[in-house]
Every structure is written in structure tokens, then in C-alpha cells.
């Protein structure tokens, strides 16, 4: 088994290692319509990243090259599941958009694959997004909307609704799928009149019915879609609620839930905190100190050179300051011993010993 795991592995960094080499050469063409490819293959989907070539744009050469998007294996003409699953395989498949065909040309091994490809734009798409108002799209632009499968119908669904999307919209509307049955979808869970930008964000923190209706199921009926779009960006699902509030943090807000998201709190550093002493922390008490990165390490650190008992503020001021254990160290070794906390944080904020 390990030696299976092993030269899987190996095969894998094998294909990454030639994708990178193919990639330095798309790198160095001028021709923004070839490119190198890997891809990753999950289910009955593959996950696939494009290195595009640099393009010159208004004299200036930019390297924003790197896209990725996930589609079923079925909408690649060409590349069937034994193909990828196989030990080793050439493939040569396309990607049949009404924005342009990717062709792409490699190998897959063992469900993981690299190669290039070469992009030719639809002449029919530019012409229609032309007669809706949209021009002057470049090919990265192109192929972006080939990867995601735009089509100009989209707009004109949308338009029907009541948007006019801008050309910078129109590329997130591609990238985020933002259709007509996504804007009645939402509008079926109460959030309707959504703005373009509010839509986007909630397509980028995953909100759909599911995420919605078991956040309703917790207690959080009333979110709006500001404050839902926020908490599925920062990360805050339904399992993560719960296993707050196995930790005992009962009747959170969605403002302090994203606090303690981002602050990284968990069950299981709640425990850390309590056997260290700190017991009944409040909510806004844990995410100050996840945020400003007072762990369970600096904890017993500050121990070990004699800080013990100290409060929560105290903590939190030292490491705002930045009295870090080797800043009390120096401080010893100057024979500043036994210096109070408080004292330390003003010591460190005057800078007179850094």
C-alpha cells in the first residue's frame, strides 16, 4: 500500500514537474492562445488549472495567467474516464464553448494529468456580446469565457430582470455563474432586488438553499444577504456553528460567528484555553484572542519566564505590542527581571528597548 501511495506520488510531481516546464514556455510566448494545462480528476468531474501565455496590453505586458475552473469529464469531447484512470495515457480532447474550442493535447496517469492547449475564439460570440454593447475583449477574456461556459444569453436573461451588468460585470457574472434562475432562486428565499455585487458575493461564499435553510434551522432566520454572504465567505457553516455550540458558545451573532472565524477558533482551542485556566471566555474575549494570535503556546510560554495569571486584556495588550518571549528575554538579560506585564507593554510601546 505505501509503495502504491509512493509512486503515485511520484507520478504525479512527474507530471507537474513537465506542466511547469511547458508552463515557463507559455510564459515566454507572446500568443496568449496557447497555454500549458494539469488537471486533477475527482468523481465525474475534473479540476483543471490553464497557464496562459503573457499578452501586451496597451503596451504593457501583464501575468495574470492562471485559471481554473471544474466541469464533468463529459464536456470534454474526446476524454473518457478510462482515459484518465489509466496508468499512463496521451489524450488529445476539446472543450466545445460558444465563446471558442480549447483543445488541449497531453497525458493523464492514475487520475492526474498535464499538458498544453490552444485556444480559437468564436467570432459568432464576440459579434453577439458586440450587438449587446460589450467589445475590445481580449483573449484571455475570451478564453475566461469559454472555461466558464458564458453565454451571451445570460445578459440578455438578466436584462430581463432588470440588470445592466457593466463589461467589468459581465466577467464576474461569467465567473460566478450568475444566471436568471440564480437571481429567482434567491428571490424564492427572500433575498429579491439583489444588486449585481450582492449576488457575487453570495455565489463567492457558497450560498444556495441548502446553506440558507440550514442556517434558518440554527436559529438564523433573519440574516440579511449582506450578513450571509459574509459568513459563508469567512467560512461560517452550519458544522461549524454546531460544534460551537458543543463547546458551550450558545446564541452567537453572525458578527461575532465571523469574528471567531476569523480568528480561528475552534472546540478544540476553547479546550486549550480551559485547561490553561481561561475558562468561561466570552465570545468576543476568544475571537480578540485568535485574531491577534494569543495561542495556548504563547500562553505557556509567558509561563515558563514567569507570567503566570494573567488576564485576558494583558495578554491581548502584549501581544498587540509585541512582547514576544525574546523581547523579555532581552529584557532580562539587561536585568530588567521581574518586570510587571503592564510595564512591559509600555516599555515595548516607548521603543526604548526593541
Known amino acids: 500500500m505505501i509503495e502504491n ?5 511520484s507520478v504525479k510531481c512527474f507530471l507537474v514537474l513537465i506542466a511547469v516546464a511547458i508552463c515557463f514556455s507559455a510564459y515566454a510566448s507572446t500568443d496568449p492562445r496557447s497555454g500549458a494545462w494539469t488537471a486533477e480528476f475527482e468523481g465525474d468531474s ?8 503573457s499578452q501586451s496590453r496597451d503596451g ?10 471544474n466541469d464533468a469529464i463529459a464536456s470534454f469531447a474526446g476524454l473518457s474516464k478510462s482515459d484518465v484512470e489509466s496508468n499512463a495515457a496521451n489524450v488529445k480532447f476539446e472543450l466545445r464553448r460558444q465563446a471558442g474550442i480549447i483543445v488541449f493535447e497531453g497525458r493523464f496517469s492514475d487520475g492526474t494529468g498535464a499538458g498544453h492547449f490552444r485556444f480559437t475564439p468564436s467570432d459568432g460570440f464576440v459579434h453577439d456580446m458586440d450587438t449587446l454593447g460589450y467589445s475590445g475583449f481580449t483573449d484571455d477574456q475570451l478564453l475566461m469565457f469559454a472555461a466558464h461556459d458564458f453565454s451571451p444569453q445570460t445578459i440578455r436573461d438578466l ?4 440588470y445592466q451588468p457593466t463589461k467589468r460585470e459581465v466577467e464576474e457574472i461569467a465567473v460566478f455563474q450568475i444566471t436568471a434562475e440564480v437571481v ?20 463567492v461564499g457558497r450560498v444556495d ?3 440558507v435553510n440550514s442556517m434558518r434551522a440554527l436559529g438564523f432566520a433573519n440574516l440579511t444577504a449582506h450578513q450571509i454572504a459574509d459568513m459563508g465567505i469567512l467560512g461560517v457553516r452550519p458544522s461549524y456553528i454546531r460544534e460551537l455550540q458543543g463547546a458551550g458558545l450558545t446564541g452567537l451573532t453572525s458578527r461575532e460567528l465571523t469574528d471567531l472565524r476569523v480568528g480561528n ?3 478544540a482551542r476553547i479546550e486549550e484555553y480551559r485547561k490553561l485556566g481561561y475558562t468561561n471566555l466570552s465570545a468576543r474575549q476568544l475571537s480578540d484572542m485568535g485574531i491577534q494570535g494569543v495561542t495556548p503556546k504563547y500562553i ?6 514567569g507570567y503566570e495569571n494573567l488576564s485576558v486584556k494583558q495578554l491581548i495588550d502584549m501581544k498587540i505590542f509585541g512582547v514576544t518571549p525574546d523581547y523579555i528575554r532581552k529584557m532580562k538579560s539587561l536585568g530588567y527581571n521581574n518586570v510587571p506585564a503592564d510595564k512591559l507593554v509600555k516599555l515595548k510601546m516607548s521603543g526604548l528597548v526593541e
Open 5 to 9: 501511495a509512493e509512486k503515485e506520488a
Open 46 to 53: 475534473v479540476q483543471m488549472t490553464m497557464f496562459r501565455g
Open 60 to 69: 504593457y505586458r501583464y501575468n495574470n495567467n492562471v485559471m481554473g475552473f
Open 159 to 162: 436584462r430581463s430582470l432588470g
Open 184 to 203: 429567482k432562486e434567491f428571490g424564492k428565499l427572500g433575498y429579491s432586488n439583489l444588486t449585481l455585487r450582492e449576488l457575487v458575493n453570495l455565489r
Open 209 to 211: 438553499a441548502e446553506y
Open 265 to 267: 477558533i475552534t472546540a
Open 300 to 305: 505557556e510560554e509567558l509561563r515558563g519566564l
